[in-house]
């Protein structure tokens, strides 16, 4: 499959070079958002501070990954791009996020890059490793750098959790959509939580 570069917010994780498919730890549940803190601090990929508050009034659909991802980022950032074409002038309504765990290898400008492969409105997101790791643990995010025994040091892989996290424009926890829901139900469920705000 595709596999680009981009980053932003969560740490401690990064991509297979050694052929190996990232698999997922933990599959974002619809209907369990127990304890999840929607809020982060982290970096875009100009470097600027950038929090949760930044984006109030807008939805905000936020996925976790790593730009070396070789199969689950990829196809969730085409998703995250064709919900962005399939709500049309509704989308103004939507920040899309891509927030980076392997703030080591992805930079801004590699995340940047990434992102905007897909979509020039998807935002890339990354910060130190700690602000990553404490934003992945806000959403209740799973990533563990996986490495093959004699590869070098930057050859890894990053298991993370797959799926896309929906904020409302108060800022608040509204929806978790599991790794390969249709993109034709997330697009219509956002179109009602759109218009009903």
């Not at 929090?51 to 998703?79: A, M, N």
């Not at 992945?136 to 004699?150: T, W």
């Not at 108060?170 to 139900?185: E, I, L, Q, R």
Request: with cysteine; proline share 6%.
């Amino acid at each position: 499959m595709i596999r680009l570069v981009a980053a932003l917010l969560f740490l401690l994780g990064a991509g297979p070079l050694f052929g190996q498919a990232t698999r997922s730890l933990e599959q974002l549940n619809e209907t369990n958002a127990t304890g999840i803190n929607p809020r982060y601090l982290l970096q875009d990929p100009n470097g600027r501070s950038i929090t949760s508050e930044d984006f109030r009034g807008r939805f905000q659909l936020i996925s976790f990954g790593y730009t070396y991802c070789p199969d689950i980022c990829p196809t969730t950032l085409v998703e995250m791009a064709e919900i962005l074409k399939q709500l049309g002038d509704e989308a103004t309504h939507v920040q899309a996020i891509f927030i980076s765990v392997d703030p080591e290898r992805d930079t801004g400008k590699i995340l940047k890059t990434y992102t905007e492969f897909f979509d020039p409105r998807i935002l890339g997101l990354t910060a130190s490793p700690a602000l990553v790791r404490h934003a992945a643990d806000n959403f209740k995010i799973r990533y563990a750098k996986v490495r093959e025994p004699g590869t070098p040091a930057d050859r890894y892989a990053v298991d993370h959790s797959a799926g896309l996290i929906l904020l409302g424009p108060d800022g608040t926890f509204v929806k978790k959509f599991a790794f390969a829901t249709p993109v034709k139900d997330i697009t219509e469920q956002m179109k009602n939580f759109i218009k009903n705000h």
